[in-house]
């Protein structure tokens, strides 16, 4: 098994930075939720983009995880890094019901937290970079993160920050995925798979460490200061294409791309958003399997 891990890890293909890395931080220093970039053709704001997660599940399983963990621990102090508009954080204020506990979060888009601070005005939130926390060591109770490592080339120094923060005897959980099979079409269509495979291919390489989840759980496995490091898997099915976020437009400026930089003819482009939305998916011809993101728990040692 960890001879399988580490080959995964050395065919990391992503870019040193990535399209999606690179939109992020440009975002950031632009002090805007506007994530963009004209090499993967993205365009979104985070603070207002509506979508249906089909995550939750998976967010409250870990939410759920961490309060057991700190339930006998007196008021502990738990960090969200990279906590976006603080979501997890309330499913984790949720798990933990009435029992008193510190909140932090931190995240690279003040824009971002700028909403957090008005929908949650009892957590902490600060600006910041997990490569840079701005805490001292050994203070926090648990650390979570979630689709943060998947953006950041160096994240050995990104994990051993976290690690830095953490109490003695902490629990860490990271949400991770594989981005070259984070997704499966499952279709009789051959067309349509091929779109698909482009699409994925194209979507893992503009991410800095495409392989988050194997490349994490490996370096988690030899890290001298953490123990008990495990994963559990996440799956779920979207029965049609638009049910996360209602229309096919966030797929369209990945698919525009590859039709610019010539990988994919526009012809099949059209066929495939036209077949997301008609004879395919209402037949159940385009059934995607969402597989992740991975759940990677571990505990720093005593």
């Given at each position: 098994?960890?001879?399988?891990?580490?080959?995964?890890?050395?065919?990391?293909?992503?870019?040193?930075?990535?399209?999606?890395?690179?939109?992020?931080?440009?975002?950031?220093?632009?002090?805007?939720?506007?994530?963009?970039?004209?090499?993967?053709?993205?365009?979104?704001?985070?603070?207002?983009?509506?979508?249906?997660?089909?995550?939750?599940?998976?967010?409250?399983?870990?939410?759920?995880?961490?309060?057991?963990?700190?339930?006998?621990?007196?008021?502990?102090?738990?960090?969200?890094?990279?906590?976006?508009?603080?979501?997890?954080?309330?499913?984790?204020?949720?798990?933990?019901?009435?029992?008193?506990?510190?909140?932090?979060?931190?995240?690279?888009?003040?824009?971002?937290?700028?909403?957090?601070?008005?929908?949650?005005?009892?957590?902490?939130?600060?600006q910041g970079d997990v490569l840079a926390l701005p805490y001292g060591d050994a203070e926090f109770d648990s650390v979570q993160t979630s689709r943060l490592l998947v953006h950041?080339?160096?994240?050995?120094?990104?994990?051993?920050?976290?690690?830095?923060?953490?109490?003695?005897?902490?629990?860490?959980?990271?949400?991770?995925?594989?981005?070259?099979?984070?997704?499966?079409?499952?279709?009789?269509?051959?067309?349509?798979?091929?779109?698909?495979?482009?699409?994925?291919?194209?979507?893992?390489?503009?991410?800095?460490?495409?392989?988050?989840?194997?490349?994490?759980?490996?370096?988690?496995?030899?890290?001298?200061?953490?123990?008990?490091?495990?994963?559990?898997?996440?799956?779920?099915?979207?029965?049609?294409?638009?049910?996360?976020?209602?229309?096919?437009?966030?797929?369209?400026?990945?698919?525009?791309?590859?039709?610019?930089?010539?990988?994919?003819?526009?012809?099949?482009?059209?066929?495939?958003?036209?077949?997301?939305?008609?004879?395919?998916?209402?037949?159940?011809?385009?059934?995607?399997?969402?597989?992740?993101?991975?759940?990677?728990?571990?505990?720093?040692?005593?």
């Amino acid at each position: 098994m960890k001879r399988e891990f580490s080959s995964m890890a050395e065919k990391t293909t992503g870019d040193s930075q990535g399209g999606y890395t690179d939109a992020y931080r440009n975002a950031a220093a632009a002090g805007s939720a506007i994530v963009t970039d004209s090499k993967t053709g993205i365009k979104f704001d985070h603070t207002t983009m509506s979508w249906n997660d089909p995550t939750i599940p998976l967010r409250k399983r870990i939410a759920a995880r961490i309060a057991e963990s700190v339930q006998d621990i007196e008021n502990p102090k738990c960090i969200d890094v990279a906590c976006s508009m603080g979501k997890d954080l309330g499913y984790l204020k949720e798990a933990l019901g009435t029992k008193p506990a510190q909140f932090f979060g931190i995240d690279l888009l003040e824009a971002q937290l700028v909403k957090a601070r008005e929908n949650m005005p009892d957590v902490n939130f600060t600006q910041g970079d997990v490569l840079a926390l701005p805490y001292g060591d050994a203070e926090f109770d648990s650390v979570q993160t979630s689709r943060l490592l998947v953006h950041i080339p160096d994240f050995r120094k990104a994990i051993d920050e976290m690690i830095r923060i953490m109490k003695p005897g902490a629990i860490g959980v990271f949400s991770e995925g594989e981005m070259d099979q984070g997704m499966l079409l499952l279709t009789s269509d051959d067309r349509l798979r091929s779109v698909h495979q482009k699409k994925t291919e194209f979507t893992a390489k503009m991410c800095a460490n495409p392989r988050a989840a194997s490349s994490s759980y490996k370096y988690l496995l030899s890290h001298a200061d953490v123990e008990d490091v495990t994963m559990e898997a996440f799956t779920n099915f979207l029965f049609k294409p638009t049910e996360m976020f209602g229309t096919m437009d966030y797929d369209a400026q990945g698919l525009k791309k590859l039709v610019e930089n010539g990988t994919l003819a526009q012809d099949d482009m059209d066929y495939y958003l036209a077949e997301a939305t008609g004879r395919s998916a209402n037949e159940g011809n385009f059934v995607q399997q969402f597989c992740g993101p991975i759940e990677i728990i571990f505990r720093k040692k005593k």
